[in-house]
């Protein structure tokens, strides 16, 4: 058997990663349901890994020493996207909206519990099948994975990889056309301001003048301007991992990225208000997003997918309650809410699919949308300032006090 260290890990997985996009460009429905190239290329090896196991034989072992590091750098990039001054710049709609979102994610976990109940599993199955999975995908999900695992929810990594991926399907066919259904049933059409704009573009996100990216730096000032964003990453994660182990001496039950993204999201909004660092967000979102695929790709090859025999009836029932009551509530509550115009209905499109998938679900989604009936401006600067960043936080502290209460 071959047995891969840390660093010899990492670059299977970076091959693993490449393989993927080569995979997606080249079928054309992967792309369409926005299926992650991390996913495509680390389920390849695990499926692999599953059909060896059939004959007895384990011909590879990985030593994922460095998957935890990679997971918590890219939680780290989503704490220094939460601006506080953002969100109040963006006025009442975004903080509806990640009310609305927050409120669904608990209504995900209370449903799935009670259904992971009625099939003889542990509560906590039902959490890592609710939020866990479908309003945090599959980061989030493998993020929590070990919380699960030593809580008794037997194979949690695997499960959490199957409920993501078919919540990322899921969110990409059926946004759309609830969207579509109704914008044509209530007539709802842009409002005649809007007529006059000729671009389906998402509209810029005001951001503070200390986090405007430099665009027209000298190579050096861009590699000193990137230096400095990995650095303060890094000390995020330093100083993250002290605070993670002082609340976990509390008898806190929490991932280890909370410390480290909570410690982002405070040196975002020092520099929002003091302009200390002078933050370049496309470069911290650059390395956020490296590690997001570096950590996907190793924690798919490592995945037991044989762990999840005999939990197919239980994720099907599962997805499938969970989806009518996105529905539903995208239906009512928040097309009401939102403003039950045009706009509102392409949010509702955008919602079911990060509450179901991604936010590239919900991108892919309003776009598709925009391109037919026109533009939504409101729309893309609510539904991805909540679907990227304000709700991995509403969010991770859901599925925390559900795991700290039921496990």
């Known amino acids: 058997m071959l047995t891969l260290d840390p660093i010899q890990t990492v670059a299977c997985g970076g091959l693993c990663l490449i393989a993927g996009y080569a995979i997606r460009r080249r079928l054309p429905l992967l792309s369409r349901f926005n299926i992650p190239a991390p996913v495509i290329g680390g389920l390849l090896v695990a499926l692999a890994l599953l059909a060896c196991r059939h004959w007895q034989v384990t011909p590879v072992r990985f030593d994922t020493a460095l998957e935890q590091p990679l997971m918590i750098a890219f939680f780290t990039s989503i704490g220094f996207n939460a601006s506080v001054s953002l969100l109040r710049i963006s006025g009442r709609q ?7 979102a ?10 799935g519990m ?17 939020s866990a ?24 990594q695997s499960v959490a990889l199957a409920s993501a991926m078919a919540g990322i399907v899921c969110g990409s066919v059926i946004g759309a056309p609830l969207a579509t259904m109704l914008i044509e049933r209530l007539h709802l059409r842009r409002n005649r301001l809007q007529e006059t704009v000729d671009t389906n573009t998402p509209a810029p996100m005001p951001v503070p003048s200390a986090a405007i990216a430099v665009k027209t730096l000298c190579d050096a000032d861009r590699v000193y301007a990137n230096l400095k964003c990995f650095v303060l990453i890094l000390l995020a994660m330093g100083i993250g991992a002290w605070i993670s182990g002082g609340l976990g001496a509390l008898g806190l039950t929490l991932p280890s990225y909370i410390g480290a993204m909570l410690v982002g999201a405070l040196i975002r909004n020092i520099d929002d208000r003091f302009g200390w660092f002078g933050l370049a967000l496309p470069s911290i979102d650059m390395i956020g997003s490296i590690c997001l695929s570096l950590f996907l790709s190793i924690a798919l090859m490592n995945l037991h997918l044989w762990e999840l025999a005999g939990l197919a009836t239980p994720l099907l029932v599962n ?13 009512w509550p928040l097309l009401r809410l939102m403003g039950r115009d ?7 499109g955008g919602f079911v699919g990060f509450m179901l998938g991604t936010t590239a679900n919900a991108m892919a989604v309003m776009g598709s949308l ?15 300032l909540v679907g990227a960043f304000f ?10 006090i559900f795991i700290n209460g039921w496990s």
């Open 94 to 100: 975004v903080a509806l909206f990640l009310a609305l």
């Open 102 to 111: 927050t409120f669904l994610a608990i209504v995900q976990n209370v449903v």
């Open 114 to 130: 009670a259904l992971a109940r009625s099939f003889g599993l542990p509560p906590l199955f039902g959490v890592i099948t609710g």
């Open 133 to 156: 999975t479908l309003a945090g995908g599959p980061a989030t999900g493998l993020a929590f994975a070990p919380l699960f695992e030593h809580a008794g929810v037997h194979g949690a």
């Open 319 to 331: 997805l499938g309650v969970q989806t009518l009551i996105v529905v539903a509530f995208c239906c």
């Open 342 to 348: 045009y706009e509102a209905a392409v949010m509702a």
């Open 370 to 384: 925009t391109e037919r009936f026109g533009p939504a401006p409101r729309a893309f600067l609510v539904a991805p």
């Open 391 to 400: 709700i991995d936080f509403t969010n991770a502290i859901v599925i925390t």
